[in-house]
């Protein structure tokens, strides 16, 4: 499962945000690579005033920053696609430039992930190995 952390810096984000911000990785990420929204988890944290420092200096610009950790096995294209559209989202999202949304993205295969007790599946194969859950926890997953 994708994990995002979006850290903030000089800024503050509204529960609306956060929902907003969560529900546009989730779909970017759904559309781009195919996989199950579900997959999507996306975590929110803030620097503290003070903690943001660019080139060694004080920044005060509020600053959005994107952490994900995917699976690995995606054309650069596809992850290119994914950033951009996060990026153009949630830029507009909070009102601020494209320029103070940092995003990266780090591969781990998959073999090196572990997910609802199981190692988690190439790229592809999400729907053979949905099916090994039990029907409880199928059930108690978002659509």
């Known amino acids: 499962m994708p994990t995002y952390t979006v850290t903030v810096a000089n800024l503050s984000l509204s529960p609306q945000q956060k929902s907003q911000i969560a529900e546009a990785i989730t779909a970017a990420h759904n559309a781009q690579t195919g996989a199950p ?7 929110f944290s803030a620097a503290k005033e003070g903690d943001h420092f660019v080139g060694g200096r004080l920044n005060t610009a509020p600053q959005v920053f994107v952490h994900g950790l995917v ?3 995606r054309s650069i294209e596809i992850k290119q696609a994914l950033m951009s559209q996060m990026l153009e989202e949630i830029a ?3 009102n ?11 591969d781990i295969p998959a073999t090196q992930m572990i997910e609802f007790g199981r190692f988690l599946p190439a790229p592809g194969e999400e729907a053979k190995w ?5 029907p409880e926890k199928r059930a108690s997953l978002p659509k």
């Open 37 to 43: 929204r579900f997959f999507a988890q996306v975590l």
């Open 71 to 73: 699976r690995d096995g």
């Open 92 to 94: 507009q999202i909070l």
């Open 96 to 106: 601020i430039s494209v320029e103070d949304v940092w995003i990266y993205l780090q």
């Open 130 to 134: 949905e099916k090994g859950m039990t």
